[in-house]
C-alpha cells in the first residue's frame, strides 16, 4: 500500500534546516565546534551548487564536490531505502527535500538520474559495499558528521528513523571511525528539527 505524502510545510521545514550548516561537534567531546569550523551553508548546498554546473564549468574543487555530493545523497539514499520501503510518495518527498536544500542548483532530472544509478548499485553492491564506498569519498570527520547529519534529516520524511535505517547510520558511523554518539547527535539535531 503506497505511503501518503508528508505535508509540504514538514518537508520545507527539513529543506531549510539541511540548508544550513550543522550545529554539533564532531568529536568525542561534548563542546560545540569551534566558529568558523564549518562553511555558511550545508555541505549538501555547497557540494550541490557545483554538482548542478553544467559539464565544462571549471570550478575549483569541483572534483571533490561531486565526490560529496554523491556520497551524501547515497548515504540518505540507503538510509531511505533500508527499510524495503521506497514508494512514489517517499522518493517524491526525498527529491523534493534534495531539490529545495539544493535551491534549485541540483535539477530534478540529475537527481533522478543519480536516483537511479544509485539502486543499480545498491542492487549489484549491496548495502555494505555501498556503505565502504561511501565512506571512501568523506575524507574529514566534519564531513562525516555532516553526512550523517542530512541522512537522518532525510529519514525524518517518512515518519521518523526505524531501528533498521539507524543501523544503516551506525554502519555509516563505524566507517567514518566517529565515535559511538555521532549517531546520537546526528538523530537528535534531526528531531528538534520536527519539534520546532
Known sequence: MPSTPPPKGLLDKIAGKLREPPSFSVSSGASEAPPGSFPRASLLSSAGAH???TPGDHLT?????LALFEAIIESAYLVAVA???FDAAERGAF???VL?????KVTAAQLRSLLADLADLRAEDGEDKRVLMVSRA???PEQAAEVLRVASLIAQVSDGVSAVERGVLDKLATRFQ???SAV???LSDAARVLSE
Not at 574543487?61 to 564536490?65: H, L, P, Q, V
Open 178 to 180: 566517529l565515535d559511538s
Open 100 to 104: 529545495a536544500a539544493c535551491d534549485g
Open 61 to 65: 574543487e569541483s572534483t571533490e564536490a
Open 83 to 85: 527499510d524495503g520501503d
Open 51 to 53: 554538482y548542478g554546473h
Open 138 to 140: 568523506i575524507s574529514r
Open 95 to 97: 527529491e523534493h527535500v
Open 184 to 186: 546520537d547527535r546526528a
